[in-house]
């Protein structure tokens, strides 16, 4: 039995999955094939909404920021 957050760390991670044909890069494992440690580390980019920001992210968006 999956977990709501078994559930949103899959949907994300095959959503990105989907992204790297078009980035020109190889494919990535399924899902179901991925080690747990590694589903562990999708499932805890579900836990908390976050932003570039918070993260500290360099960009556009960070500018002019004193850091």
Do not use: H, I
């Not at 709501?4 to 190889?26: H, P, Q, W």
Request: hydrophobic share 25%.
């Amino acid at each position: 039995m999956r977990s709501n957050r078994d559930d949103a760390a899959k949907a994300l991670y095959e959503e990105r999955r989907k992204l790297l044909a078009g980035l020109m890069m190889s494919e990535a494992e399924p899902w179901d094939d991925l080690p747990e440690d590694v589903k562990e580390r999708w499932r805890g980019k579900c836990d908390s909404p976050r932003t570039f920001q918070d993260r500290g992210d360099s960009g556009p968006w960070s500018q002019g920021r004193q850091g």
